[in-house]
């Protein structure tokens, strides 16, 4: 069965510096791999999404990630981070011999101090 | 309305009451979900349902209940609940619940047992 790691907790960052979150996964074969956000009160939300091909995924909000298979990691980044991205974020794999179940890390809380 | 709705947003029950939990999702989706979110800890997959039918049942205790009468709604009855299930309860639907589909959250329904 695959599994997630979010190593961070907690990040403080200042608005308009750069930002990373990392995610380590654990699968034998290539995962599918997901980085999710929630805001305060809300549900989660799709931020971005790997499958195959280029290792460098863009998505929404200015965010990219990374799949690096040597690493077994998927690491969040944003350049330049604005207030509105405090939240909390999640990574999260699938397998194809695991139809139905995403494993979820435990999380990393983001604060934006100005 | 659009994407997945969850009623009621909050809910505080005693032990020994019964409740329902409503997920309704106009997306038209095939795949349903209940997940449980406590503070800190990965997501926790309690139910799948795939075409009305269920197809996962994560060992998730009897006083939990899940009904899923059409594709566009889910259900989670509850009843005797204990403290330790105090927690957010987010409702996810795919395409088809296939490993690779993105799963879209509901903003969740707070329930406190006391």
């Known amino acids: 069965a695959q599994s997630v790691t979010q190593p961070d907790i907690h990040i403080t960052v200042s608005e308009g510096a750069s930002l990373e979150l990392r995610c380590n996964y654990s699968?034998?074969?290539?995962?599918?791999l997901f980085w999710y956000v929630q805001s305060p009160g809300q549900g989660l939300q799709l931020l971005l999404k790997?499958?195959?091909?280029?290792?460098l995924v863009q998505g929404i909000k200015g965010f990219e990630a990374e799949f690096k298979r040597s690493q077994s990691s998927f690491n969040l980044r944003k350049p330049s981070v604005h207030w509105s991205d405090a939240a909390e974020y999640f990574c999260?794999?699938?397998?194809?011999?695991?139809?139905?179940?995403?494993?979820f890390g435990a999380g990393t809380t983001v604060t934006v101090r100005a | 309305e659009t994407g997945v709705t969850q009623t009621p947003r909050h809910l505080v029950m005693g032990m020994t009451n019964k409740k329902s939990l409503k997920c309704e999702q106009h997306?038209?989706?095939?795949?349903m979900y209940w997940y449980k979110q406590s503070a800190k800890k990965p997501l926790e997959l309690m139910f799948v349902?795939?075409?009305?039918?269920?197809?996962e049942n994560n060992s998730v205790p009897s006083r939990f209940s899940p009904e899923c009468p059409n594709s566009s709604h889910l259900f989670l009855h509850l009843h005797t609940l204990q403290p330790e299930d105090s927690a957010l309860y987010l409702c996810?639907?795919?395409?088809?619940?296939?490993?690779?589909?993105?799963?879209?959250f509901g903003p969740g329904t707070r329930l406190t047992v006391l």
């Open positions: 349902y795939s075409l009305e039918e269920r197809v």
């Open positions: 996810a639907s795919s395409q088809s619940g296939l490993a690779e589909d993105t799963q879209y």
């Open positions: 999260a794999v699938g397998a194809a011999s695991n139809d139905y179940k995403l494993s």
């Open positions: 699968y034998g074969a290539t995962p599918y």
């Open positions: 997306l038209g989706h095939n795949a």
């Open positions: 790997y499958f195959s091909g280029d290792t």
